[in-house]
């Protein structure tokens, strides 16, 4: 990794991600049965699927063949088996996955799909069994044994979940395992606008790579400095501690600005969308693998570009989370289709 050489390879695992992990129930779509574009109240069948965009990045690395392993509270209920075997089998280590002991559930996530450009979620997260975690949660060896920790800003929103997380960075830092912070804002378990920014604020600024989209760098510079552009707000968290910084614009494309005063941008592939969410999950995994395999941050950005166009084409944000080599296929395809340049901004 140009941008981050002191990694320690001998650590086993590549990295750790800490945060939420839910559930999706998604209007079904496959084979036997199509829900097509509708009002989630007019829907009847809904296919389940692990969701929570920590988990999904875990299992999007985890098939481009780097370990990953997982901090995280889940229910002691049939979901909570769910999501355990699921991560089982797809190798992510569950060591430091814990059950909640006072009855707290996973959170579910109804989506609705109106159309290939308008879609929505419904969110059950009262009592969250990830937002249970604890800094007795949090383990030093553990973080040692990662290159990289990635800290879900979700995480932050409630206690006892944004003390286990300010912990892991604390570690990760006396440990000297990378920081990733995907500032990953969800509106729901906020309490005020101060608490965002104070709790995005304070691992931003120990973060070695920060990811989030212009609204949410907004929402953590509010008590800073309000306002900034995107070199400005890249400048101010280099200033601190980042090395990359990537600040993404939707369906207008994303940039990354690294510790050199380099900024490459890139352009979403275009595809037929059917949701409007997920692509997020599959730029971090895509964009994450680019790095360790030690390419050039444009060629990370169009890997994660690419994944992110691939999973708004799917039903789901995780069983559809594709190998490194269909990642490549599609680029290939889409470049004969569109030209070389095509995502390129």
Partial sequence: MKYLTDLDTSRPLDIILLGRVTIDFNPAY???????FKPLKKVHNFEMFL???PGN???GVTHHGLKAGFIGKISDDQFGDFVLDYFNREGIDTSHMTRCTNGE?????FTEMLSSKESSILMYRNRAADLQLSVDDVDEAYIASAKMLLISGTALCESPSREAAIKACLLAKKVGTKIVFDIDYREYNWKSMDEISIYYSTIAKEADIIMGSREEFDLTE?????GMTDTESAAYWQSCRARIVVIKHGMKGSTAYTCDGQAYSIKPFPVNARKGFGGGDGYGSGFLYGLFSGWEIIDCLEFGSAEASMMVSQNNCSDALPAAE???AFIKKEK?????????A
């Fill in 30 to 36: 496959n084979d036997f049965v199509k829900e097509e």
């Fill in 51 to 53: 969701g929570g965009s």
């Fill in 57 to 59: 990045i875990a299992v």
């Fill in 105 to 109: 559930k996973l959170g579910l996530t």
């Fill in 222 to 226: 509010r008590l800073i400095r309000p």
């Fill in 326 to 328: 269909a990642v490549r």
């Fill in 336 to 344: 004969e289709l569109y030209g070389e340049m095509i995502a390129k």
